[in-house]
């Protein structure tokens, strides 16, 4: 069965890093996009930021664009968010799901990040 | 900017309803690339449309989408009492803005 695995999430004071892991089994994970959706408590969906099979394509949202960063290592089935720079708006549950044809297909269970003092 | 879609939708079990999702033709108008998510309390979303009309393995054919002009929709038949859910819509909006979603539809199963 294909999956995904978020993990690292947690509370971060203003101005901290946080990196965000997903993992990915139970399919060709070297074959497909991942993209990272964010949801704030009681808000809507985000598509933050996507990363292509191969790595050589990624993509910010402008929230997010010079803060975080995206990177895959498909030896391990990874996807990894580097954020810097968090703030208080940042505070959300974060997804990173399998994405085709600009679409999130399948998706995880998510990783809560509260940025707070 | 967000597709528009209203806040809340409602129908009775069996009963057939529509949610809309309006765009521009940077968006919604200017590409097939149109999905819809199924979201139930706490869980992850789900996608439920993609490519406009097209169902992902799994999904029951009483979800159908459509699109016209900058305008999509996302019709469920059949009203059951498990569809009670948030939905959204998203669209390709381009290189630059990437993949935009609506604010979100509560569907009540009356």
């Known amino acids: 069965e294909a999956q995904l695995l978020e993990s690292g999430g947690g509370l971060v004071q203003p101005g901290g890093s946080l990196r965000l892991s997903c993992a990915g089994s139970g399919y060709m994970f070297s074959a497909y996009s991942i993209v990272w959706v964010r949801q704030a408590p009681g808000k809507g969906l985000e598509w933050a930021s996507a990363?292509?099979?191969?790595?050589?394509?990624?993509f910010y949202a402008d929230s997010v664009k010079g803060r975080f960063t995206i990177s895959r290592d498909n030896s391990q089935n990874t996807v990894s968010l580097q954020m810097n720079s968090l703030r208080a708006d940042d505070t959300a549950v974060y997804y990173c799901a399998k994405s085709e044809k600009y679409a999130a297909e399948f998706w995880g269970q998510g990783t809560l990040v509260t940025v707070s003092s | 900017s967000a597709l528009t879609q209203p806040p809340s939708a409602s129908g009775s079990p069996g009963q057939s309803v529509t949610i809309s999702c309006t765009g521009t033709?940077?968006?919604?108008?200017?590409?097939?690339?149109v999905s819809w998510y199924q979201q139930h309390p706490g869980k992850a979303p789900k996608l439920m449309i993609y490519?406009?009309?097209k169902r992902p393995s799994g999904v029951p054919d009483r979800f159908s989408g459509s699109k016209s002009g900058n305008a999509a929709s996302l019709t469920v038949s059949g009203l059951q009492a498990e569809d009670e859910a948030d939905y959204y819509c998203?669209?390709?909006?381009?290189?630059?803005?990437?993949?935009?979603f609506g604010g979100g539809t509560k569907l009540t199963v009356l």
């Open positions: 998203s669209s390709y909006a381009g290189r630059d803005k990437g993949v935009i």
């Open positions: 990363i292509s099979a191969a790595g050589g394509s990624t």
């Open positions: 033709s940077s968006d919604v108008g200017g590409y097939n690339y």
């Open positions: 490519e406009v009309n």
